[in-house]
């Protein structure tokens, strides 16, 4: 079955939306504009629906990227898929920031560790190996300094993303030629390659309701943690 699949990432200051149809890819629109998502994902995507002479009773179910990344631009993305699968009762599947980088890096050799600059000085990190089509994961995502990463990195290893960009100094600084990088094109998240990802889980036919997809943070957000620093110094009292 060609299944009609719209997928949406907003995990980052990049956003993108793709259309696809069974292993085809009828449109795309990636935009890094330094706007608020929710100015633009409704826009983008009625356009996008448009130029493809399609409306959304036509979409077979929903891709959207779940994190880890900007607390703000995942709750948008999700609340805006969540909205579209619960108007049309369409299955959504949730698809990792860093599995959908990995994916734009296909079929190689070498492990593949994605980077997403979690600011802080730190990164959100993955690691994994292409194995059956897809890029599977190696361990656990995780939110940690640059430097604990490439402790763990003792071979040759390809680098993707956003972190890898802000700290590719660092790294060929500590690894040298075991350090790869990507083209520079391919360091931002495409919602083509998580498309790619969440049609397989379509197919086995383990989408869930838009209720079920929740944001995958990784680490506390700020209000979460100043009312944790409240609670411990005591200012909030029973």
């Known amino acids: 079955m060609d299944e009609?699949?719209?997928t949406l990432d907003s995990s980052t200051t990049v956003c993108s939306l793709a259309v696809s149809r069974g292993e085809k890819i009828l449109g795309e629109i990636t935009l890094d504009p330094g706007?608020?998502?929710s100015e633009l994902l409704l826009p983008s995507l009625g356009g996008l629906l448009r130029a493809l002479d399609l409306h959304l009773g036509q979409v077979d179910g929903f891709g959207v990227v779940v994190g880890p990344g900007s607390?703000?631009?995942l709750r948008v993305g999700i609340g805006t898929i969540q909205g579209l699968a619960f108007a049309k009762q369409k299955p959504v599947v949730g698809v990792s920031s860093l599995q959908t980088l990995a994916a734009q890096c296909p079929l190689v050799s070498l492990p593949l560790v994605a980077l997403l600059d979690a600011?802080?000085?730190e990164v959100y990190a993955g690691c994994f190996c292409w194995t059956g089509g897809v890029p599977e994961p190696l361990g656990p995502e995780a939110v940690l300094p640059p430097e604990a990463v490439i402790e763990k990195i003792d071979g040759e290893t390809i680098f993707i993303g956003s972190g890898a960009l802000r700290y590719r100094?660092?790294?060929v600084r500590r690894l040298g030629a075991r350090a790869h990088f990507v083209?520079?094109?391919q360091n931002n998240l495409r919602a083509s390659a998580a498309a790619m990802l969440a049609l397989e889980v379509l197919r086995r036919g383990e989408g869930v309701s838009g209720e079920e997809i929740f944001p995958r943070y990784l680490r506390l957000s700020e209000a979460e943690i100043n009312?944790?620093?409240?609670?411990?110094n005591g200012a909030?009292?029973?």
């Open 119 to 121: 600011r802080k000085g």
């Open 4 to 6: 009609t699949l719209l």
């Open 227 to 232: 009312w944790s620093k409240r609670e411990a």
């Open 71 to 73: 607390f703000t631009g």
């Open 35 to 37: 706007k608020n998502h």
């Open 169 to 171: 100094s660092l790294i």
């Open 183 to 185: 083209p520079w094109n």
């Open 236 to 238: 909030i009292q029973g």
